[in-house]
Every structure is written in C-alpha cells, then in structure tokens.
C-alpha cells in the first residue's frame, strides 16, 4: 500500500521560513510527477509547485522566487523549502504523487493527509 506522509508544517512568522518534506512509502517504481498542492479555507486547493522525475519544475506565481521544490528520487521524497512567507500562505499544504507503479499496481494519482503552514504575527 502507498502512503505519503508529509511533515514540516507549523506556525511562523511572516518573512520566515519553513521546510516540507513528503515521502512516499511502499515497493513503488519511478514516480512521474511528485508536487505540492494547497487548500486554505474557503478556497479550491491550488498547486504550488511540481517536479518531474528528470528535475524539472514548475511554480504557482505567487510563491514563485521565493519558494523551492526539490526532489530526491531515490527515497521517493520531496522538499518544499519557503521562505519570505506571507500570512496569505497560510493552507493545508498537500503532497501528490502521479503516475507510477507499486506492488503491480498502477497508480494515476496518490495524495498525503496534508501538513498545516500557519503565517501569522
């Protein structure tokens, strides 16, 4: 069974920084696409950043320059490093993974429970 477990969420001042770190377990084979997504309440959840298996990657506009995505493919783990945050990053922040395979199983698509990031003075 595949399981992403996120970690590194909290509560931070603005101009802070924190770092996520979501790794994903199980006999998984080659993760295409690994990423971030955030929900914050009232509002759809959004993508933040995704990386592919080769390095490549991709940012929402508003975090872009000051957020950081980064990948280990060998653990099957990713890394969100923010900085410079903002009271309107505050959100459930997700980690997805896409398009890969686990103990015979295809998976398009697989989430974590989410980590709380709180940007408040």
């Known amino acids: 069974q595949v399981q992403l477990v996120e970690s590194g969420g909290g509560l931070v001042q603005p101009g802070g920084s924190l770092r996520l770190s979501c790794a994903a377990s199980?006999?998984?084979?080659?993760?295409?696409?690994m990423g971030w997504y955030r929900q914050a309440p009232g509002k759809q959840r959004e993508l933040v950043a995704t990386?592919?298996?080769?390095?490549?990657?991709r940012y929402v506009d508003s975090v872009r320059g000051r957020f950081t995505i980064s990948r280990d493919n060998a653990k099957n783990t990713i890394y969100l490093q923010m900085n410079s945050l903002k009271p309107e990053d505050t959100a459930v922040y997700y980690c997805n993974a896409e398009r890969f395979w686990s103990g015979g199983t295809y998976y398009a698509s697989a989430w974590g429970q989410g980590t709380q990031v709180t940007v408040s003075s």
């Open positions: 990386v592919t298996s080769g390095g490549s990657t």
């Open positions: 199980g006999s998984i084979f080659s993760i295409d696409l």
